[in-house]
């Protein structure tokens, strides 16, 4: 079964790290990527990541703050979350998708249960 399983929200100050984990039982060929949902909002792109690691893409909210990686050899992708801010808050969801950059929702073919990230102000 293809699935997509996220770990590592929490609570954090404002200016804090975290790091986001996924573990994917999909080929290493899919993209990764994650999302993320505040209360009330619709899920926004946050960074994805192509099959090798060689190219990212963010959403300009996160650029320079967030860094997106994997390893293929363990089946896991990262979101490495500097300087968080309270609009940082939300689920997380992990995304994979076999095909196309997974920049918008309706490219993604699997999801992960979200994991919450809280940031304390």
């Known amino acids: 079964q293809v699935q997509v399983v996220e770990s590592g929200g929490g609570l954090v100050q404002a200016g804090g790290s975290l790091r986001l984990s996924c573990t994917a039982s999909v080929s290493s060929s899919y993209f990764m990527g994650w999302f993320r949902q505040a209360p009330g909002k619709e899920r926004e792109f946050v960074a994805a990541?192509?099959?090798?690691?060689?190219?990212?893409r963010y959403a300009d909210s996160v650029k320079e703050r967030f860094t997106i990686s994997r390893e293929n050899a363990k089946n896991m992708a990262y979101l490495q979350m500097n300087s968080l801010k309270s609009e940082d808050m939300g689920v997380y969801y992990c995304a994979a998708s076999r095909s196309r950059w997974p920049v918008a929702a309706a490219s993604v073919g699997v999801w992960g249960q979200g994991t919450t990230v809280t940031v304390s102000s």
């Open positions: 990541i192509n099959w090798s690691g060689s190219s990212a």
